[in-house]
Structure formats: structure tokens, C-alpha cells
């Protein structure tokens, strides 16, 4: 029987085998038929180093498979060739007519598809497919690539990239880059929100057009200060945006890439901050004002008040100590009421001009070195008389450590006063009220404690408050103005010192403070 045969072999499109022959498909494919072409079909196929397939597109049959195939999906290669090429394709079939008509679309001759492995992996792939002719059967012979890695490096680098976007968003914060080599401009999605101009190809002069022409030739100099010198780039400019005219504040910061030749940086709106910080400048200026007008108000309240209250007080002792007649009981009752509520008066007065003038900077320690238990013992003359109203005893203890301080004494006297009269203020009537003194590292201790009222935990932090009475003291019994404490606070913290209280609701309380020795 004559067996002549005709081959044709192209090897960039299509192969084509034709023969006049008993033999089967596999035998031509396997090179078993033709010896002289066994050769070349194992080194183009069989034991090339790609994974390639053979695929019958009217059945989907996989009609062979090379050995790099066979150790990739990890079947043998009777068990690749016995396969549906859906079976190892984890797409749809409307999936995979989606991707070939993006493949022609997009005019590639590669697709993209899922396969599995013997042992159950999904792998995304790259598949090269082309038509090849074998005795007179259309198959086709496609190259598979693995392309997961890459694929999720892609996806990471478009998550983070949306990451950049969003937060850039949220920062209203815009990148931008400058080409110095080709003179384009790439920017972000927010830096073009921000300059107000739509998506396209920007030249370096296109986007210099932008902030208002006063800026330019700053912008220039800090440009080429940060080429030329390395000097930081970090300015702010007003642009007039293109979009709708509205003028912007922007602030600015870039680096030179110098093996690039590229400057690289961010831009971001702060119109809104720089209003917020003018408006905060504006009430600071208008608060200051009110400052000011308070502290004329004030200096002149203290002369207009504490003349008429002198008068007053001293007029009132002057018939108490019935210089000018005797008085009935009722006469002395009566002007003893206008002496206590005139003293009362003024020591609010003094204690407002005080609060006043330590907010205001301008209250001034006057040092002076005095002994601490001469002091304390000054304060408990003036506070014995309140103590003994309500029959309470008062107890001072002073450690033999305790010398002298350097000090303002008129200031550590009153911060004692307060402490004390506020002491037996909140104490039942013969209660206990203690002052003790200690001297420990460099500083001088002095502890009030009493029998009194007490505390809550919630109220603590609010005691030192100007004009704060805390609501379970708020009672005509208690009453007062609340700057007693606050003053107590502001004085110690002048001396460099802290101040603090422990206390319990029915067991009293105890306020200390700190102050230093100071140079003797």
C-alpha cells in the first residue's frame, strides 16, 4: 500500500499536518507516525519547560498534554488527556465567553481564567491559545503561564492604591510629581480636586499657572532652592481654581528624587483651617479686649468700692467703740451688721481683684525669708474667733524640721486663712480642726485638716473652680463665692507648688499644699 504523505508545518500560526493513512490522530501528534517529526514535536511540545495543552474546541476534550503540564496540575498524563478542559477551568462557560470577548475587545491573544489542581488549588493563569490543524482537525494548542503571584501583588497594589485614594480623601491631602526630565506632571485624583482642573495631560507651566501670580516667584525660589541647595520645600499659597473661581489657601511639601530628576510631593486644602485659625485669632483679640476693659473696670471698681466700704467699716467701728454716746443694745446690734456685711464686702472685693490679676499675669510674689510656725501661728489669731463661735477645737502642729521659708508671706498667710476659715466653716459645731506642718525634700508641707462635711469623689475636681460652690454646700449655711479655693490654687501654683485634698463624705476632709523653701 503506498503511504506517501504531505506535511505542512508554519510555525507562527497555524500547523497543519495532512496524510493519506491508516493511522490515528494520537499517532501524528506523538510523532510515532512520521519519525522524522517525533523529534521536533518533543522539543516543541512534549519537553518544552511551558505548560501546553491540546484542546478539541467542538468538545472541549483535552486531546494531549505535555510533561511540564502533567507536573503542574499534577495528574499523569492519561489522566490530563481523559479531562474536559471545563473540568480543570473553574469559570463558567458565561464566564469564559466574557473573557474572550474582553481578550478581542482589548485586542490581546492571551486569556485570563482560573484553573485547579489535583490537589484542589485554584490558580489564576495566562493562556496563549492558537489553531493548529492536525490531520484535518481543528485542536488548539495552548501555552498556560501561572500568573497568581503577580496577579495578587496587582490586587495588593490596586488595594493599596485605593487605601492612597481614600485616605487622601478623608486628609484632603493630594500627591503630586513633577518630571524634570520630560516636564510632565502626574497627580493624584485628590491633588486635581483640589487645584479644580479636570483629568489630563499637565506640563509643569499648566499647573504653575494655577496659584495666584503674587506667589509665583516665591514658588519659583523654593523650587530651586530645594534642586539646586536641598533646602526643605514647605510652602503655603492661595490658587484661584479653574473649576469655579473660588480662591484657596494650599499648603505644600516636596522632595528631589535626584536619580529620577523628579520632584515629588503633597499639596493640601486648608482653607477651612486657616479660617477656623482666623477666627480664633479674631476672638482672641476680642477676648483680650474684654480683658482689658475688665481690668479698668475693676481697677476702678477697687477705688470707687473700697473708699466707700473704708468709710463705712470705720465709721461703724467708731460707734461700736461708742466714741461719740452710748449705744443701746438694738443701736449695736444693728452697726455690728453693717461692720461684718462691710467686711464681708471688701474681702469679696479684694479676693475678685486678686483672682483678676493672677489670670491677667500681673500678680506679683514679693520673696521675703519668715519663720513658718510665726506664720501659722499669725493666721490662728485671726481664725480663733470663728472657731470659738461654733466652739471648735483647734489644734497646730508644727515639725521641729520647719524653719524658715523664703517665701511670699503675705500670699502663704492668706492661702492659710482660706484653708482654715473654710475649715471651720463646714465643721459642726465642736468639731476638731487641725494645721500641721513638715518640711520634706526642699519643700514645705502644710496639711488642714477637719471633722466637717466631707467630700464626694464626683466633686473633688471641681472645688478648685472660680465661682463654683459645689450644690451640696449651696445652702445658706455654707454659702460664700467660691474663689476662697480657687485663689488658695492660683497662689500655691505662683510658689511653683501643687495643692490637693482627700476626703470622704461624714468624715471630713484634709487640704494640703506644697510650697519650696526657696534660697535662705
Same mark, same amino acid.
Given at each position: 500500500m503506498d503511504r506517501s504523505k504531505k506535511s505542512s508545518y508554519s510555525d507562527g500560526g497555524k500547523h497543519s499536518y495532512s496524510e493519506e493513512s491508516e493511522h490515528t490522530d494520537e499517532d501524528y501528534i506523538a510523532g510515532n507516525h512520521f519519525p522524522e517529526m517525533g523529534d521536533t514535536y518533543r522539543s516543541l511540545f512534549e519537553h518544552n519547560k511551558a505548560v501546553m495543552l491540546l484542546i478539541d474546541p467542538v468538545n472541549s476534550d483535552i486531546v494531549d498534554a505535555n510533561v511540564a503540564a502533567s507536573m503542574y496540575y499534577g495528574w499523569s498524563r492519561e489522566e490530563i488527556k481523559q479531562k474536559k478542559i471545563y473540568e480543570i477551568n473553574t469559570l463558567s462557560?458565561?464566564?469564559?465567553?466574557?473573557?474572550?470577548?474582553?481578550?478581542?475587545?482589548?485586542?490581546?491573544? #492571551?486569556?485570563?481564567?482560573?484553573?485547579?489542581?489535583?490537589?484542589?488549588?485554584?490558580?489564576?493563569?495566562?493562556? #496563549?491559545? $492558537?489553531?493548529?490543524?492536525?490531520?484535518?482537525?481543528?485542536?488548539?494548542?495552548?501555552?498556560?503561564?501561572?500568573?497568581?503571584? +503577580?496577579?495578587?501583588?496587582?490586587?495588593?497594589?490596586?488595594?493599596?492604591?485605593?487605601?492612597?485614594?481614600?485616605?487622601?480623601?478623608?486628609?484632603?491631602?493630594?500627591?503630586?510629581?513633577?518630571?524634570?526630565?520630560?516636564?510632565?506632571?502626574?497627580? $493624584?485624583?485628590?491633588?486635581?480636586?483640589? #487645584?479644580? !482642573?479636570?483629568?489630563?495631560?499637565?506640563?509643569?507651566?499648566?499647573?504653575?499657572?494655577?496659584?495666584?501670580?503674587?506667589?509665583?516667584?516665591?514658588?519659583?525660589?523654593?523650587?530651586?532652592?530645594?534642586?539646586?541647595?536641598?533646602?526643605?520645600?514647605?510652602?503655603?499659597?492661595?490658587?484661584?481654581?479653574?473649576?469655579?473661581?473660588?480662591?484657596?489657601?494650599?499648603?505644600?511639601?516636596?522632595?528631589?528624587?535626584?536619580? +529620577?530628576?523628579?520632584?515629588?510631593?503633597?499639596?493640601?486644602?486648608?482653607?477651612?483651617? =486657616?479660617?477656623?485659625?482666623?477666627?480664633?485669632?479674631?476672638?482672641?483679640?476680642?477676648?483680650?479686649?474684654?480683658?482689658?476693659?475688665?481690668?479698668?473696670?475693676?481697677?476702678?471698681?477697687?477705688?470707687?468700692?473700697?473708699?466707700?466700704?473704708?468709710? !463705712?467699716?470705720?465709721?461703724?467701728d467708731i460707734l461700736l467703740d461708742e466714741m461719740f454716746g452710748s449705744l443701746d443694745e438694738k443701736q449695736k446690734r444693728y452697726v455690728s451688721h453693717i461692720s461684718s456685711a462691710g467686711n464681708h464686702l471688701l474681702r469679696l472685693i479684694n479676693d475678685v481683684l486678686d483672682l483678676s490679676k493672677v489670670e491677667a499675669g500681673k500678680m506679683d510674689l514679693r520673696y521675703e525669708i519668715f519663720s513658718v510656725a510665726g506664720a501659722i501661728e499669725e493666721v490662728r489669731t485671726f481664725i480663733s474667733p470663728l472657731a470659738m463661735d461654733k466652739n471648735i477645737t483647734l489644734n497646730i502642729e508644727v515639725d521641729e524640721q520647719v524653719d524658715k521659708i523664703n517665701a511670699d508671706k503675705t500670699k502663704f498667710k492668706q492661702i492659710l486663712y482660706n484653708l482654715g476659715s473654710n475649715a471651720i466653716k463646714f465643721t459642726p459645731d465642736k468639731g476638731n480642726v487641725s494645721v500641721s506642718a513638715r518640711a520634706s525634700d526642699n519643700m514645705v508641707q502644710v496639711?488642714?485638716?477637719?471633722?466637717?462635711?466631707?467630700? $464626694?469623689? =464626683?466633686?473633688?475636681?471641681?472645688?478648685f473652680q472660680p465661682f463654683r460652690q459645689l450644690d451640696s454646700y449651696a445652702t445658706n449655711e455654707y454659702a460664700g463665692t467660691g474663689l476662697g479655693l480657687a485663689l488658695v490654687k492660683k497662689f500655691v501654683e505662683l510658689h511653683e507648688g501643687r495643692v490637693w485634698v482627700e476626703s470622704k463624705v461624714g468624715e471630713g476632709s484634709t487640704f494640703c499644699f506644697s510650697i519650696p523653701s526657696g534660697k535662705l
Open positions: 462557560p458565561g464566564k469564559v465567553r466574557l473573557e474572550m470577548k474582553n481578550a478581542i475587545n482589548e485586542k490581546r491573544n #492571551y486569556f485570563l481564567f482560573k484553573h485547579e489542581l489535583a490537589n484542589g488549588d485554584i490558580r489564576d493563569v495566562e493562556v #496563549y491559545s $492558537s489553531p493548529v490543524v492536525i490531520n484535518s482537525r481543528n485542536l488548539l494548542y495552548s501555552i498556560v503561564h501561572d500568573i497568581t503571584e +503577580r496577579k495578587q501583588a496587582e490586587d495588593e497594589l490596586k488595594t493599596r492604591e485605593m487605601q492612597l485614594r481614600t485616605a487622601q480623601k478623608i486628609g484632603r491631602i493630594g500627591s503630586w510629581q513633577f518630571d524634570l526630565n520630560s516636564g510632565k506632571v502626574v497627580a $493624584s485624583e485628590e491633588a486635581l480636586r483640589i #487645584y479644580g !482642573v479636570p483629568p489630563q495631560d499637565f506640563s509643569i507651566p499648566d499647573i504653575q499657572k494655577i496659584p495666584l501670580p503674587e506667589y509665583r516667584p516665591m514658588l519659583d525660589e523654593a523650587l530651586r532652592e530645594l534642586i539646586g541647595e536641598n533646602v526643605p520645600y514647605d510652602v503655603h499659597f492661595k490658587i484661584r481654581r479653574p473649576i469655579d473661581g473660588a480662591i484657596r489657601d494650599i499648603h505644600s511639601i516636596a522632595e528631589y528624587h535626584q536619580e +529620577r530628576n523628579a520632584v515629588i510631593g503633597t499639596i493640601q486644602d486648608i482653607t477651612e483651617q =486657616k479660617l477656623a485659625e482666623d477666627a480664633l485669632l479674631h476672638g482672641k483679640m476680642v477676648a483680650e479686649a474684654a480683658n482689658r476693659s475688665k481690668d479698668e473696670f475693676l481697677a476702678t471698681m477697687s477705688h470707687e468700692l473700697r473708699t466707700p466700704l473704708t468709710s !463705712v467699716i470705720g465709721f461703724s496639711c488642714v485638716k477637719d471633722t466637717g462635711i466631707g467630700i $464626694s469623689e =464626683k466633686d473633688i475636681n471641681e472645688l
